[in-house]
């Protein structure tokens, strides 16, 4: 509503993408886009997941903003000049 682009990445299996989107239909329906790490084949906190979403959304990684409940996936963003928050 306030003219963010606002995507989640999740680290997840072949279970979670079967459970959760029907479960849980706010997150798509908030998120402009949905990255998933089982889809992608990388997992947080690997530099490349967080490379991959920055050029597929066209943005640097001074332009992003990361949070996260995992202290390691927030290091692994913070590495990459992501401003991130545990």
């Not at 959304?57 to 390691?72: L, R």
């Amino acid at each position: 509503e306030q003219g963010h682009r606002v995507v989640v990445l999740s680290n997840t299996n072949r279970l979670h993408t079967t459970f959760w989107p029907d479960e849980y239909p706010e997150i798509h329906a908030a998120a402009d886009k949905v990255y998933l790490s089982q889809e992608m084949g990388i997992r947080k906190p690997e530099a490349r997941i967080y490379q991959a979403v920055l050029q597929e959304e066209g943005f640097t990684a001074a332009d992003a903003v990361f949070f996260d409940d995992n202290a390691d996936n927030i290091e692994g963003a913070n590495q990459l000049g992501i401003t991130s928050i545990l």
